[in-house]
């Protein structure tokens, strides 16, 4: 503290023998450069009433809690704001002391003097400051991509890094080509990316187009053929999860673009606070991430449910470092236990239960598995929504699948069915909202083709894609469990809710993505085509042929309204349960048909081993 008080003192002191400066310029200019004795007195005699008005000014304004190494406009504006404080001050001060022929212009004067001279003072001292790092340590050459307004907002987060230098722009737009921004120049176009970066032999090239834009997929495709490492800015959820505020390197999430989700913060928060919330498949990938959103809405009891062991144990140790203060229960249980499930419920009572517990790897599923896909997908759901009306749950979410649409595999047909199932349920207990929400594939989740592409290329190739013109839809875990959880609070009793999954992208165009995110070329690592596999369709849809979709108060979110499908619960759990440990295909495939009408032949045959 005493040291900040001679810091503040010692500045003071500097300004305000500016500000005597901008006095005597101000007299000085006012007399064409030659002050008459008469008026020198005069000036001198304002001298007190000038240091105090000005003190009091800039104090005021408090300017003495700037750092003079990281200046800037709002600075500045603080600044002009204290001397206009100041000159008010010391012009009534002499004008009531009523001074014979104190001229009235030099106390217009010396205040626009003072502005300049304290500012400079501060701009010399911050150029000073980063010249000083810069000739310490240059840092590592940087290409900065994006419009000049992008890459203006980049540059200001830049200054004073002694880790980068940004030696030049590159432009979606023609017509910046040539400017200069803080001065770094606009090198040319974003197709010429790699090609400038090798001239100006540039170590990285930072992103700043906005996430999603045509420019971050452009600048990928354009740095193919270079060793040049792609950055991004961190994104603000990332500012307070990361020491360091600087670039990053750029994520296949930062390519997508997808827009944050907007929560009902306050509704979900008085749906979760201080309630009990159990999640069945709770160390799956969105089975976590449901644990870790409810967490953040102040939950008394969080209790998880999985059948691994490992993943259970994984959850605990993360939740118990994240959320101390939170009480978790992790239980290793299968859902198709449902005396087990039960057990569990009827001890914690949760107030809500998401049930993510499912299997769902396609190819898998379609041979040799079938009867644990019905077994866990539809029975294990059935148990779990009972179970969920039995304790009294004020709401039931189910995890479904844009699979179970027009259904041509086994997984698909079978979430479908447990839809069918939780509807049914809902007619059973009416004090349970019971709601299905249905999305595509999640980015980076187990089973999904992002790890295994990432394996593929680590392995150095080649990178396995099933058709040249299969498209899916993609979303990132943490937006697909924050919908799961917006869709719970808003849904009614019986409702599947369809996610806004913006625009399908084709898989090999995603291989494509990943292999530049690595740093290879295609040359480096091939793609190969294996054709599709069983039960796999070209594209994937969010809604059936017969059913249409209705608005909600969320833009991300539909709720598609169907035929009203009735489902006989008692003998669908029978046939499961009668089938036996391992039924014939035919016979399985038939039956299912006739539970899902929509579901259809597979398109390929199975491949035996």
């Given at each position: 503290m005493?040291?900040?008080?001679?810091?503040?003192?010692?500045l003071?002191?500097?300004?305000?023998?500016?500000?005597?400066?901008?006095?005597?310029?101000?007299?000085?200019?006012?007399?064409?450069?030659?002050?008459?004795?008469?008026?020198?007195?005069?000036?001198?005699?304002?001298?007190?009433?000038?240091?105090?008005?000005?003190?009091?000014?800039?104090?005021?304004?408090?300017?003495?809690?700037?750092?003079?190494?990281?200046?800037?406009?709002?600075?500045?504006?603080?600044l002009?704001?204290?001397?206009?404080?100041?000159?008010?001050?010391?012009?009534?001060?002499?004008?009531?002391?009523?001074?014979?022929?104190f001229?009235?212009?030099?106390?217009?004067?010396?205040?626009?003097?003072?502005?300049?001279?304290?500012?400079?003072?501060?701009?010399?001292?911050?150029?000073?400051?980063?010249?000083?790092?810069?000739?310490?340590?240059?840092?590592?050459?940087?290409?900065?991509?994006?419009?000049?307004?992008?890459?203006?907002?980049?540059?200001?987060?830049?200054?004073?890094?002694?880790?980068?230098?940004?030696?030049?722009?590159?432009?979606?737009?023609?017509?910046?080509?040539?400017?200069?921004?803080?001065?770094?120049?606009?090198?040319?176009?974003?197709?010429?990316?790699?090609?400038?970066?090798?001239?100006?032999?540039?170590?990285?090239?930072?992103?700043?187009?906005?996430?999603?834009?045509?420019?971050?997929?452009?600048?990928?495709?354009?740095?193919?053929?270079?060793?040049?490492?792609?950055?991004?800015?961190?994104r603000?959820?990332?500012?307070?999860?990361?020491?360091?505020?600087?670039?990053?390197?750029?994520?296949?999430?930062?390519?997508?673009?997808?827009?944050?989700?907007?929560?009902?913060?306050?509704?979900?928060?008085?749906l979760?606070?201080?309630?009990?919330?159990?999640?069945?498949?709770?160390?799956?990938?969105?089975?976590?991430?449901?644990?870790?959103?409810?967490?953040?809405?102040?939950?008394?009891?969080?209790?998880?449910?999985?059948?691994?062991?490992?993943?259970?144990?994984?959850?605990?140790?993360?939740?118990?470092?994240?959320?101390?203060?939170?009480?978790?229960?992790?239980?290793?249980?299968?859902?198709?236990?449902?005396?087990?499930?039960?057990?569990?419920?009827?001890?914690?009572?949760?107030?809500?239960?998401?049930?993510?517990?499912?299997?769902?790897?396609?190819?898998?599923?379609?041979?040799?598995?079938?009867?644990?896909?019905?077994?866990?997908?539809?029975?294990?759901?059935?148990?779990?929504?009972?179970?969920?009306?039995?304790?009294?749950?004020?709401?039931?979410?189910?995890?479904?699948?844009?699979?179970?649409?027009?259904?041509?595999?086994?997984?698909?047909?079978?979430?479908?069915?447990a839809?069918?199932?939780?509807?049914?349920?809902?007619?059973?207990?009416?004090?349970?909202?019971?709601?299905?929400?249905?999305?595509?594939?999640?980015?980076?989740?187990?089973?999904?083709?992002?790890?295994?592409?990432?394996?593929?290329?680590?392995?150095?190739?080649?990178?396995?894609?099933?058709?040249p013109?299969?498209?899916?839809?993609?979303?990132?875990?943490?937006?697909a469990?924050?919908?799961?959880?917006?869709?719970?609070?808003?849904?009614?009793?019986?409702?599947?809710?369809?996610?806004?999954?913006?625009?399908?992208?084709?898989?090999?165009?995603?291989?494509?993505?990943l292999?530049?995110?690595?740093?290879?070329?295609?040359?480096?690592?091939?793609?190969?085509?294996?054709?599709?596999?069983?039960?796999?369709?070209?594209?994937?849809?969010?809604?059936?042929?017969?059913?249409t979709?209705?608005?909600?108060?969320?833009?991300?979110?539909r709720?598609?309204?169907?035929?009203?499908?009735?489902?006989?619960?008692?003998?669908?759990?029978?046939?499961?349960?009668?089938?036996?440990?391992?039924?014939?295909?035919?016979?399985?495939?038939?039956?299912?048909?006739?539970?899902?009408?929509?579901?259809?032949?597979?398109?390929?045959?199975?491949?035996r081993?």
């Amino acid at each position: 503290m005493k040291s900040l008080g001679k810091t503040t003192l010692m500045l003071l002191a500097i300004d305000l023998a500016l500000v005597l400066v901008a006095l005597w310029a101000a007299f000085w200019l006012r007399f064409n450069f030659d002050i008459p004795d008469e008026y020198a007195r005069l000036a001198m005699q304002a001298v007190p009433w000038c240091l105090a008005g000005y003190g009091a000014g800039l104090s005021f304004a408090r300017v003495y809690r700037h750092v003079w190494s990281y200046i800037g406009l709002p600075e500045l504006r603080q600044l002009g704001l204290g001397i206009l404080f100041g000159g008010l001050l010391t012009a009534a001060a002499v004008l009531m002391q009523r001074m014979p022929s104190f001229p009235r212009s030099v106390l217009l004067l010396q205040p626009l003097i003072a502005l300049l001279l304290l500012g400079a003072a501060r701009a010399g001292w911050r150029t000073l400051v980063e010249r000083r790092a810069l000739g310490g340590a240059m840092g590592r050459r940087l290409i900065i991509v994006g419009l000049l307004q992008d890459a203006s907002d980049a540059l200001r987060a830049l200054k004073g890094s002694q880790q980068w230098n940004p030696v030049g722009i590159v432009s979606p737009s023609a017509a910046e080509v040539g400017r200069t921004l803080q001065n770094v120049r606009v090198l040319g176009q974003t197709a010429a990316l790699a090609e400038i970066c090798e001239q100006e032999q540039a170590h990285a090239a930072l992103i700043a187009s906005p996430p999603g834009s045509e420019a971050r997929r452009d600048a990928l495709m354009s740095a193919a053929g270079s060793r040049v490492a792609l950055l991004t800015m961190p994104r603000p959820d990332e500012w307070l999860k990361t020491e360091s505020a600087g670039p990053r390197k750029i994520e296949l999430e930062d390519l997508l673009g997808r827009t944050q989700v907007q929560l009902d913060e306050a509704g979900l928060a008085d749906l979760m606070s201080g309630q009990t919330v159990l999640v069945t498949g709770a160390g799956g990938s969105i089975g976590s991430e449901l644990c870790r959103q409810v967490a953040r809405f102040g939950i008394a009891r969080l209790v998880c449910v999985d059948v691994s062991e490992y993943a259970v144990y994984q959850l605990e140790q993360e939740m118990r470092a994240s959320h101390p203060q939170m009480h978790g229960h992790y239980y290793t249980a299968n859902v198709r236990e449902a005396d087990r499930l039960r057990a569990i419920a009827m001890r914690h009572r949760p107030a809500v239960v998401l049930h993510a517990a499912a299997y769902k790897h396609v190819p898998l599923m379609e041979e040799l598995n079938e009867i644990e896909a019905l077994r866990t997908n539809v029975q294990g759901t059935l148990n779990a929504a009972r179970v969920a009306g039995e304790c009294g749950a004020r709401r039931f979410v189910m995890i479904s699948t844009d699979k179970a649409v027009n259904p041509t595999n086994v997984m698909g047909a079978s979430k479908r069915l447990a839809e069918l199932m939780v509807q049914g349920v809902a007619t059973e207990y009416a004090g349970t909202q019971y709601v299905s929400v249905r999305f595509g594939n999640v980015l980076g989740s187990s089973g999904s083709v992002v790890p295994l592409f990432t394996a593929q290329i680590a392995r150095g190739g080649p990178v396995t894609v099933t058709h040249p013109e299969i498209v899916r839809y993609f979303m990132t875990i943490p937006e697909a469990a924050q919908l799961v959880l917006q869709a719970g609070l808003m849904g009614r009793s019986g409702q599947i809710f369809v996610l806004d999954m913006g625009e399908p992208m084709k898989i090999v165009e995603l291989a494509r993505m990943l292999i530049r995110l690595s740093g290879k070329t295609e040359e480096e690592i091939p793609i190969s085509y294996t054709g599709l596999r069983p039960g796999e369709k070209l594209y994937e849809e969010l809604l059936a042929d017969d059913e249409t979709t209705e608005p909600t108060p969320h833009p991300k979110l539909r709720i598609a309204k169907s035929a009203g499908q009735r489902l006989d619960i008692a003998a669908v759990t029978h046939w499961i349960t009668q089938a036996g440990p391992l039924p014939a295909e035919d016979a399985l495939r038939q039956w299912l048909h006739e539970q899902v009408p929509e579901y259809g032949p597979r398109t390929v045959p199975l491949r035996r081993g």
